[in-house]
């Protein structure tokens, strides 16, 4: 289904349902993204579950076999016209005479075969080689050479500009060694700050401008550090440096909440509870609520982010009713916190939340009654990115409403219409934003995270129109451009997925053995074994 995945390195907010279900797909075990309505990463565990990668098993059936995987019994059957089917005995060989040799003093050399080698006598590195190098949009329209490897990372850089890098490169072991290192480690300026807040001790006097930039800084690398932990589902740790944060309402209802830091780390630390116990999810929206309450008197802004943890807390519940009544709560507090192009841009966000809830409950009209609603201001005076996007959510959705209705050509025209759009964007593709993790911004989707969509979806509208191989071909020439934009867990599922739904049992084996260990190469840690569909 026509759908979009967040990327952007948020904590998890949503479900990743399909939007519509449709029967004779759905054993396959297509994903389509869940547009808008982030989901719950699929993180790799404390060790890389990429790290041990053998090669591919030798083909456990002939090449001529059927894609069933099963082999074919033994032929049994006789000619018609062959003396064993009549009754007539055949007859008996007569034997050739002798003849004698002189012995060999020495063996032929074998004649060199001229048949080409077989992609599995291939290494994995050569058959990631080659498949990095086939066509793209970067070698088609950029003319860019293949990326078979990331950049090296700056020599240079240290401190917390190495942490963003490895945000960006989405490394998130190494995310959690560095910064760990920054808040634990006893020559690190950082950590008696951290201890600090830990322990909810703070001096009196106000912080010089250097201590209060060490202070931002060490709400940031915290705040990085959860999320990893989020990521690669060390949840159990998540939990364990939750409790200890003597700052935090949840562990103590009269703890004063500092100044200094974000009301988005209060936030963070109760969205932890429905991940660390699965018995308090209701605990959890309990102490949004309470929450909420607080920060309405303080800071405006931090309620939309209450309210938008809240809808994703409803939408996991398949509680659709509470979650579009979360939404509607946000248009109401967005009249005061917003105005002009801004508050038009974060209601086309929530109208697109709005509607995708509905796709997904099968209310297809009335999803498109309330896509209606997200049109470009006529006159656009704000060219932030909440703004700039309209036009593309409006083609994405206009695309995930004919696919809902089963009209394929027409969403392929409508994804291939959002895709042109990102193509012509002159800003980066993907870089690290601070206010994707730290404050009070809601659903910051990256460019990059649009156009997975965007390729996803025109790959699942082609496989609805019976094209597999277009639709492999589409997902794969997305992954060769940059895997660190584009290779999500939705997209490499669904590639694995018609992987198998277009190959024998050991040909898919192999081409998903060698999109896990691009994702290897390019330390793609959010990313686990399962997405790949191998055993």
Known sequence: MASNENSSGNPPKGLGQPLVTVSNVHSSGIRPLTGGIATATTPAGSDH???????????????????????????????????????????????????????????????????????????????????????????????????????????QETGIARLRTLVERRAWGDVLQVSGDMLRSASSPHAAIYASLVENQHPEEPPSSEDSVLQQETVEILTLECHAWLKLRRYVDLGREVERWAFCRINDITAVHPKWVPWSLQILAVESLQYTDAASVQRCIDELYALRDLVQEEDTKYVLTIDSALSNIFLRQKDWRMALESLDHMLEVMLQVYDGDMLHGHKVEVWSRQGRILLQVGAILQAGQVFEKIMPPLVATERSWVAVKIPIQLALHQGMVHFARKDYVASMTSFKQSSDL???????????????????????????????QAWNNMGLSALYTCRMKEAVRLMESLVREDPTAYLTERLAFNLCTLYELGADTATSARKKRVLQLVAKRFYLHDIGPEQFRVS
């Open 422 to 452: 990102l193509r012509n964007l002159p800003e980066a593709i993907h870089s690290y934003r601070k206010e994707a993790y730290v404050g009070s911004s809601v659903w910051v989707e990256s460019p990059q995270s649009l156009l997975t």
């Open 49 to 155: 579950p990429l790290a041990n990668i053998s090669a591919p098993p030798p083909p456990a059936v002939a090449p001529t076999q059927s894609l069933t995987g099963i082999a074919a019994p033994p032929s049994r059957h006789v000619d018609p016209l062959t003396p064993a089917a009549i009754g007539v005995p055949s007859p008996v060989p007569v034997a050739s005479p002798a003849v004698t040799t002189a012995p060999l003093t020495s063996f032929p050399s074998p004649i060199p075969s001229t048949k080409p080698a077989s992609p599995q006598k291939k290494s994995l590195d050569a058959l990631a080689d080659a498949f990095m190098a086939g066509p793209s949009y970067r070698l088609a329209e950029l003319k860019l050479p293949p990326l078979l490897k990331p950049p090296p990372l700056p020599p």
